[in-house]
């Protein structure tokens, strides 16, 4: 029997935006994110697969969320996530939003070497290789000095 791994207390209760980039059709995983999520006490939206850029800058807008976890199976974040941060990044309104990124990164997996230092350097708050687990997500989660923001303002509605 293996024993899963202890929950980590969280800082808590953050409004959190789950999507993939957009070339990636899988949902098994955005659905597993948001259980963990909501399970750790946050609030979750989950705007699903395929989420084109301007979509995703749309739903961080609509939403406000104090994070924003991107999440690749089919090999692709690195490519996708790269070009996808440096848009959010550009948003004035939007530039200060933790987001982060993990799962399958690139199509030669392990082989391939990490992709984390360049996603870094791109924007990304913190990268997650799929070969980590979901062990390390969780611990960043609950580490006190993960950026989250605090918005006292509604929602701001997408025309």
Not at 43 to 58: E, K, R, S, W, Y
Request: aromatic residues 4%.
């Amino acid at each position: 029997m293996i024993a899963p791994e202890p929950l980590p207390s969280t800082t808590g209760r953050r409004r959190v935006l789950v999507s993939s980039v957009s070339s990636d059709s899988h949902t098994w995983n955005l659905v597993f994110l948001q259980l963990l999520l909501e399970e750790l006490g946050h609030t979750v939206t989950n705007i699903g697969a395929c989420v084109p850029d301007d979509l995703l800058i749309a739903e961080c807008r609509r939403h406000r969320p104090d994070m924003v976890v991107i999440s690749s199976v089919n090999g692709h974040g690195y490519l996708d996530g790269r070009r996808l941060i440096a848009r959010l990044r550009a948003e004035p309104d939007l530039a200060g939003i933790p987001v982060v990124i993990g799962g399958k990164l690139g199509t030669r997996g392990a082989e391939g070497g990490s992709h984390a230092p360049e996603l870094v350097e791109a924007g990304f708050d913190a990268v997650f290789e799929d070969s980590a687990g979901i062990g390390e997500f969780r611990r960043y989660l609950a580490a006190p000095q993960t950026p989250a923001l605090h918005h006292d303002a509604p929602p701001v509605p997408v025309p």
